[in-house]
């Protein structure tokens, strides 16, 4: 089957920095997507790795190891806003459909 | 900037009836993609839609569901004779490209409610 795995939910403090993990099985592999999800409404794009490393915007970086079926979000100086569900993705082939995990709930605590 | 619209943002129906929801997927994308997200649980992959016509579709995709392009802006799922565990949220995404990187925009999503 096709499965991604990560935390179902992550406390922190505002101004800390948290990591969110994520491993996958899935039968093809073209990209590890993150999503920020704010009370049920649109699922909204963060970042993409293609490649094995880092990929920084901003305040979020994601890392891919695709040796390892792993990567990760990394948020950084947090705000309060940031309090969301966080859903990591892959695309099991070009143009293809996303996959999903399970979601991570993050809370941003003052 | 542009983004992908959804209608209605809230739907209510009985059991057994028909529903369409409605998309306009940004113009210049040429995929499109339906999702469920049911209350609390992840984000569903349903279908997949290019070059009028359906590229791959999920177990959850029966013949209950149908897909249609009715003319160059609007995507529309319908559901044929509802049933109450299709109440979900229902998200529609459009992607410009079939590369590598293929970022899929989501619009808002309409709130199905089966009673």
């Known amino acids: 089957g096709q499965s991604l795995e990560q935390p179902s939910e992550v406390t922190a403090v505002e101004g800390a920095i948290v990591q969110i993990n994520c491993t996958y099985q899935?039968?093809?592999?073209?990209?590890l997507s993150w999503y920020q999800q704010h009370d049920g409404g649109a699922p909204t794009f963060l970042s993409y790795?293609?490649?094995?490393g880092l990929e920084e915007t901003g305040r979020f970086s994601s890392f891919l190891s695709r040796s390892d079926s792993y990567g990760y979000l990394l948020l950084q100086e947090l705000q309060m806003k940031d309090s969301a569900s966080y859903f990591c993705a892959v695309r099991d082939e070009p143009g293809g459909k996303l996959i999903f995990g399970q979601g991570t709930e993050l809370s941003v605590k003052p | 900037e542009p983004e992908v619209t959804q209608t209605p943002s809230h739907q209510v129906t009985q059991m057994g009836q028909e529903v369409i929801l409605r998309c306009v997927p940004i113009s210049n994308h040429l995929y499109f993609y339906w999702y469920r997200q049911i209350l609390g649980q992840k984000v569903e992959f349903l279908v997949s839609f290019y070059n009028n016509e359906i590229s791959e579709k999920s177990e959850i995709f029966d013949d209950q569901f149908s897909v249609e392009r009715p003319d160059g802006s609007n995507f529309t799922l319908k559901i044929r004779s509802t049933k109450l565990e299709d109440s979900a949220m229902y998200f529609c995404?459009?992607?410009?490209?079939?590369?590598?990187?293929?970022?899929?925009?989501f619009g808002p999503g309409t709130r199905l409610t089966v009673l």
């Open positions: 790795n293609a490649l094995d």
């Open positions: 899935t039968s093809g592999f073209y990209g």
């Open positions: 995404a459009s992607g410009k490209t079939s590369g590598t990187y293929n970022e899929q925009f």
